[in-house]
């Protein structure tokens, strides 16, 4: 399998949950600001919208979208119990999870990384940002991960988006159950080895 992704990314989520599954897999960085992997192939090619992650099987099929990524991984190590089995209650209440991370916490992140968007909707996106973490915060109140005490490849999408949190000028300092989290999701091999690779961390 290949994975491609960008530094920092939302890829970083199924980098993540393809080191916790232990199974084997390629890297390779396609920079969401060139477009262009480092032999030169532009990565429009591979993917027209441009944009990661992207997992490419031994087959040549390629799958898009995070949610997903991270549900076909999941799937292929059921032993090591990244998701709930297919079917079951906790699965949809998993990809509940992954939909609103997607929704409202990732692309609400989205305008603060644009340029061009005017200070005052930054203001309006922030705390609406705020507000969504603020129930977050409440929902891990007494957990370990959002499921409750078992990771699930929904924990490394909180994670990552909420990385970004002090680039773009999001202070999440005061809550508490998230710090805690975010600590916990810190200290596994899995989110070090990832972030390892990208340059996150030395």
Request: aromatic share 10%.
């Amino acid at each position: 399998m290949k994975l491609y992704y960008s530094p920092g990314a939302c890829s970083l989520s199924p980098h993540i949950t393809l080191h916790e599954s232990g199974l084997k897999f390629e890297h390779v960085a396609a920079p969401t600001k060139t477009h262009q992997l480092e032999d030169g192939t532009d990565y429009y090619t591979i993917n027209p919208l441009g944009y990661v992650p992207l997992l490419e099987l031994d087959d040549g099929t390629r799958i898009a979208e995070g949610p997903a990524i991270v549900q076909y991984i999941a799937d292929q190590v059921p032993e090591k119990k990244l998701a709930p089995a297919n079917g079951t209650l906790d699965r949809y209440k998993m990809q509940s999870w992954l939909t609103f991370i997607g929704t409202e916490l990732h692309k609400g992140f989205s305008p603060l990384f644009n340029a061009a968007t005017p200070a005052e909707y930054k203001t309006i996106v922030i705390d609406k940002l705020l507000s969504r973490l603020k129930w977050v915060d409440g929902q891990l109140a007494g957990k370990q991960y959002l499921m409750g005490d078992s990771f699930s490849v929904a924990d490394p999408y909180l994670f990552t988006v909420t990385n970004w949190a002090p680039r773009v000028g999001v202070d999440i300092s005061g809550f508490a159950n998230l710090a805690a989290f975010r600590e916990r999701m810190a200290a596994r091999p899995s989110v070090q080895a990832a972030m390892k690779h990208e340059g996150l961390t030395k």
